[in-house]
């Protein structure tokens, strides 16, 4: 199932550190690597888009991507609100091994209630002693976020393979902050 996103996100950065344009034909995704291109067929009304992936989600269960406003109208799941689709994944960037700098953190949890939240991040700071664990609120709810103390994307990506899956709510992905 494919839903959709827009205004309340509207110019925030995304999971890859670009400003989230609504009208612009990105989506997000849970799993596939930043910058993929996908075809998204809605196999209600036959319509597809290619769209870059560029966020992180959707945080629902039985979703598996989350469109852009544009995407969503251009498709015909704005109107539907969830449509059933499906997902090819046809380009994938090219992986530098160069670290790309700026501050790296990890996400671990996404939580429509504050107290589970809460929850998460005394059990992240129990493990994570070394690092900052950040509990904030979000347009959708609440997340939970590791910030390792040398906030590098190496230094993330070490900490998000670290984290078992059972002990969070979500599988950890890496979110760029600056």
């Given at each position: 199932m494919a839903s959709w996103y827009g205004p309340p996100y509207a110019g925030r950065k995304g999971a890859d550190g670009t400003v989230y344009d609504q009208n612009a034909m990105?989506?997000?995704h849970l799993t596939l690597p930043m910058?993929?291109?996908?075809?998204v067929t809605n196999l209600t009304n036959n319509e597809?888009?290619?769209?870059k992936i560029t966020d992180r989600g959707p945080f629902v269960h039985g979703r598996i991507i989350d469109l852009s406003l544009a995407a969503a109208k251009a498709t015909?799941?704005?109107r539907a609100g969830v449509?059933?689709?499906?997902?090819e994944a046809f380009a994938a960037p090219l992986r530098a091994n160069a670290d790309p700098g700026g501050h790296w953190c990890v996400q671990v949890g996404a939580f429509a209630r504050e107290s589970d939240a809460l929850k998460l991040k005394e059990e992240m700071i129990r493990r994570?002693?070394?690092?900052?664990?950040?509990?904030?609120?979000g347009p959708t709810g609440h997340w939970v976020r590791i910030s390792p103390k040398l906030?590098?994307?190496?230094?993330?990506?070490?900490?998000?393979?670290?984290?078992?899956?059972?002990?969070?709510?979500?599988a950890p992905y890496l979110i760029r902050t600056d």
């Open positions: 990105t989506a997000a910058g993929t291109m996908v075809r597809s888009v290619v769209v015909g799941v704005y449509a059933k689709v499906k997902v994570y002693a070394t690092a900052k664990v950040i509990e904030f609120p906030p590098n994307k190496s230094n993330a990506s070490e900490v998000a393979d670290s984290i078992h899956p059972k002990d969070t709510a979500a």
